[in-house]
């Protein structure tokens, strides 16, 4: 195999795949570095599928990034003739006045998103697997629901290799330098020159940049599958995706899909830092219980058997706003990393941001929120 590339993308996730996919389909010479499988579940994409949304309570600009993501998810449906986004509407609930709720409703004034707010006897009585407490006040946006993650990563990895990127899976990176302009990458299979490196290896991206040491750190994170009690109520066509801020914490979740069980998981789970070579993937029963008391109060018809207990990675920054730039003073490097939770929603369109990146130094995205020196 040839060992010179115009662009070599470290990491090859959400954001790794999106980003070959687009360089190869604008005839870039691409190659794809992973250290494990193609998918796998040693990251922060495995679990089936994750929440996407247009009302967005996390910030307001990040609305039009979210627009022409779906567009591009659709694209990319129609490339591989597979369907990878699922609409179950979305409901942001929380206490009145709380930024998940107040976040979401001026996301949508600001930007004209249709929605309806509800209270939370409302909510209850429209979606029986719901029983949220009175004061809660919830926001259902009928464009909400969930990406297929695994089944994405795939699409985009196969859409790429057909246009002519290559992939090498189970290959790990040692290290990297600047080399003449350009860059030369360091395997433990062999060496790589490119004009451009793209990096984008999840929790393992401060490892390899190292400004980011205190900027994208990796967090463990665990997720349930309980059975539902009553199955009917928890089905994708009569259960919306939610965020929702509890006394408990702030939590999401997904109407039974791909697996069996409701999908519940709570944001910043037990606020454990890790190093992402030794985290604990096993899961104890301290995790289960942070998830089901939330589900027992506010999801009681969903609070049956356990079905799976998974553990995967946050990478947060300390805004928790993704970086997406050129690195300082290497221009011929992009990074992407900390998506702190809510970034896979947004792989179709960080990929299309990536490419241009690698290729024209700029993109027409406003990418202001994501630059690496506000901080």
């Known amino acids: 195999m040839s ?11 959400g954001m790794g795949s999106s980003t070959l996919y687009n360089l190869a389909k604008r005839g870039r010479r691409a190659l794809g570095l992973e250290q494990f499988d193609i998918p796998h579940a040693e990251g922060s994409s495995h679990g089936v599928n994750r929440i996407i949304r247009l009302a967005y309570y996390e910030h307001p600009s990040y609305v039009p990034l979210l627009r022409r993501a779906y567009e591009l998810w659709s694209d990319i449906e129609s490339v591989t003739g597979e ?5 179950t509407g979305s409901i942001d609930t929380a206490p009145s006045g709380h930024e998940v709720f107040e976040g979401s409703l001026e996301s949508c004034l600001l930007h004209d998103i249709p929605h309806r707010v509800l209270n939370h006897a409302q909510i209850n009585e429209e979606f029986p697997g719901y029983q949220l407490p009175p004061g809660h006040m919830g926001l259902l946006q009928g464009d909400g629901g969930f990406v297929l993650s695994e089944r994405s990563i795939v699409a985009y990895a196969n859409a790429a290799m057909s246009t002519g990127a290559e992939i090498h899976a189970r290959e790990v990176v040692s290290g990297w330098e600047p080399d003449q302009g350009g860059v030369r990458v360091f395997t433990d299979r062999g060496e790589y020159t490119a004009e451009r490196l793209v990096i984008t290896a999840g929790a393992w991206t401060s490892g390899m940049v190292t400004i980011l040491d205190d900027l994208a750190v990796p967090e463990r994170q665990v997720l349930a599958w309980l059975q539902p009690i009553d199955g009917s109520l928890y089905t994708p066509d009569v259960f919306p995706v939610f965020n929702a801020y509890f006394d408990e914490g702030r939590y999401y979740g997904f109407p039974v899909y791909g697996i069996p069980g409701f999908k519940v998981g709570r944001y910043h789970h037990l606020e454990e ?21 939330a589900v027992e109060r ?28 050129m690195l300082p003073g290497t221009s011929q490097v992009v990074v992407a990393a900390g998506f702190s ?15 241009d990146l690698a290729i024209n130094g700029e993109t027409e995205h406003n990418i202001d929120l994501l630059k690496i020196d506000r901080f």
């Open 3 to 13: 060992q010179e590339f115009d662009c070599i993308v470290i990491g090859v996730g």
């Open 83 to 87: 369907q990878l986004l699922y609409k």
């Open 273 to 293: 830092v890790i190093d992402p070579d030794f985290a604990i993937k096993t899961v104890n029963s301290e995790d289960e219980a942070v998830l089901r008391s």
């Open 298 to 325: 506010y999801f009681p018809k969903a609070n049956g058997a356990t079905m799976t207990l998974k553990t995967c990675m946050f990478t947060n920054t300390p805004d928790e706003h993704f970086i997406v730039d």
């Open 341 to 355: 939770g809510h970034g896979f929603k947004f792989a179709s369109v960080i990929g299309e941001i990536l490419a």
